[in-house]
Each structure stands twice: as C-alpha cells, then as structure tokens.
DNA sequence: GAATTCACTCTACAACCGTGGAGCGAACAG
DNA sequence: CTGTTCGCTCCACGGTTGTAGAGTGAATTC
C-alpha cells in the first residue's frame, strides 16, 4: 500500500505535471506561441496556479529548457555516436522545447549557441589540426540541421528512416572532417 | 526630368514597400512575433493600408516569403558553391523569413520542406548510388544547419569568418558524402 | 470646372494575452 | 475539536492583436 502523498509532496507533483505540460507545449508552438493559458489547460490546472509555481512565462520557460542533468555531464561524448543517438532518436521534451523556440526568442538562441559551442569545443579538443574550431563548429551545426530537418521539417527520407542507417553514413562521414587526433 | 508617378505606379510603390517591410519583419520577428502595425510602421504607412493590399497576415506571409525567381531557377545548380555562397553570404529577405519562421509556422515547415526535398531531389540525380536520396537529404540538412547556426545563432566560428573559409572546407567535404557520378 | 474614383487614414471591435489579488475549502498543527 | 496554513480556483485589469468599415482629400475623368 502507498501512504496517502502529503500535502507537500502534492504541490511537487502538480509542479512537475505543470512543468511537463510546458515542456510539451513550448516544444509544440515555440515560446510566443505557447500561452500560459494552453499549459494550464494541458495540467489540468487553473492559470494563475501555473504563475504561482514559476512567477512568470519567462521564468517558466528557463527551468523547461533546463538540460536533463545526463545531458550537459561532463564527460565529453569521445564517439559522436551518443550525441548522435540522442538526436536521432526521440528528442528531450528540455531540448525539444529550445529547438522549437531558438529562431524566435533570443534567450533561447542565446541557450542553443552557448550550448553548441560546448559540443564545439569538447570536440575541437580531440583534434589537433589548426582549423579544428572551425571544422567543429561546422560539425555540430550539421548535427543541428540533421536534427531540424528530421524532427521538425519532416524531411521523408530522414525522418520516415531508421536511425542506425543514418548513424552509419554520418559517422564516418563526419570522422572525415574532423579526424580524432593519434 | 521623371515624369510625375500616376496614382497606379504610387500605389504600386508603396505595396512593394510594405513588401519590404513586411520582409524585413517576418525576417526579424517570425510570423508569429511580426505584427501587420509593426509591418506597418515599417513602411510608414496606416495599418489598415497593409491588409488592404495583401488581404490578411496570412496572406502578406505567402507572398513574403516567395522565393527570388532566380532562385528557383530550373538550372540545378551542379556546383553546390553556388547553393552555398547564396546561403553563406547574405541571405535573401524572402529566405531569411522563411527561416525564421520554420519552427513556429505549420505553413512556413512546409514551405521549407519541400524547398530542401526539391533541392535534394536535385541533388541525388546527380549520383548513381543507391542510397543517393538519403545522402542528398543530409546534405541539404548540413547545409540547413550551417545557415542558422551562422546567420541566425552567430556562432562565433562561423558568423565572424569569411565565406570563402567556409566554402573551402565545406565543399570537398560535401563532395564526399556524394560523390558525382562519372 | 464638376463629378467621380480611389489610395489612404481614422476609429472601433472582439478576442486574446500575461499577470495580480481576493476568496474557498481541505489538509495540517495545537 | 479549534484555529491556521496554504494549495488552488475565480475574477478582473490593462494591453495588444488581426481585422472591418466609415470617412477624407487629392488625382483622375468627363
């Protein structure tokens, strides 16, 4: 038998219901798009209880966009195949919800590029040439495009596909501009 | 000496205006984000003005984010330099506001799908592999990806350098992908 | 010169937004 | 059992949006 939830543990709950609900709204319609009243109706909750939790739409959607801790861990993916996996495969609702809004919200353009320029430099520093900064931003955006086109745009020959086939021509493909060094 | 504008070339003038304006708007702000008073007082012009030329919001976005007609131009470009000097350099108004809305539009997505499958299609003609369209839809998504991240995310890499930098890498690279046939 | 067209502005409306404050009712502390 | 806390809902406000219709004055037509 479970103990009845307390009444703290209740207001945690329907926090985290209200947070999923944002993450999948923002992820939906970006963040202009998305209205507080939208995330409520998802919660299953009034509107002002979602500002009462968050304090305001912007404070709402910083903790949404939050990368799941896995995610930002320090050790640097030394295969691609990880970040790749992740984004070939079903998207964190964090991560879908910044995807969607990075065009339109300069807080979440601001989120995204000092977010790629991690994955950039975490894999600059696994080569040596000369050029590897440029060679690994050019790199991650590719990954980002990939994401987009597939995820978003719907492109049919690389969303309507499985992942391993696509994993298996990037990877070397992307081997190819930016050699592990040794 | 001009002759003095008839009342038809005035009004012609200042729908292109708003043209323009709405552009630079939609290319700012997203469809979303962009508002027809905004547009409006772009152009230097009453708010009512805009839909009485264009019809609605929806409509001034169509038309928008229409592509230059020598950008559609039925000649493939069988160098990718071309594609790629377009997309590296300054964007098009009409292109950049379909960009900007992608993720946030449902008619803006499409657009842009079917401007990357038509682009891919293209692309793949141009190789005899059999896995030429999943190839050819990567490649356009990399190049995707490269212009956000350069024009609308300024990643430091790759919006502070110069296209030619850029080109040089990107193109033997691309090459590898898809190889041209023969 | 008079009549008419029409490019353009003014005003208004209904819908929606983010947000704040008052109030209710059940879970808690004593 | 009584008093209090507090998670939650209701209601309201000011502002912004897309859009429609009436009005105005200058360019056009006869």
């Given amino acids: 038998m479970e103990s009845a939830p307390s009444r703290d543990e209740r207001r945690a709950a329907t926090a985290a219901r209200i947070l999923e609900a944002a993450q999948a709204e923002f992820g939906d319609r970006g963040v202009e798009g998305a209205t507080i009243r939208g995330i409520a109706r998802r919660a299953g909750v009034d509107p002002s209880l979602v500002l009462q939790h968050y304090g305001s739409k912007k ?3 910083e903790v949404a966009v939050r990368p799941e801790p896995d995610l930002t861990a320090a050790d640097v993916p030394r295969h ?12 964190p609702p964090a991560t879908r919800a910044l995807l969607r809004s990075m065009l339109t919200s ?66 070397p493909w992307y081997a190819a501009l930016l050699p592990p060094a040794g």
């Fill in 59 to 61: 404070g709402l959607f």
């Fill in 80 to 91: 691609l195949g990880e970040v790749l996996e992740i984004r070939m495969r079903e998207l």
């Fill in 106 to 171: 300069p807080d979440a353009a601001d989120a995204m590029r000092e977010y790629l320029q991690e994955r950039a430099d975490d894999l600059a520093r696994t080569s040596a040439r000369a050029d590897a900064d440029l060679r690994a931003a050019m790199l991650v955006s590719s990954i980002l495009g990939l994401t987009i086109a597939r995820h978003f745009l719907d492109l049919p020959a690389l969303s309507d596909l499985d992942p391993a086939a696509i994993e298996a021509i990037a990877e």
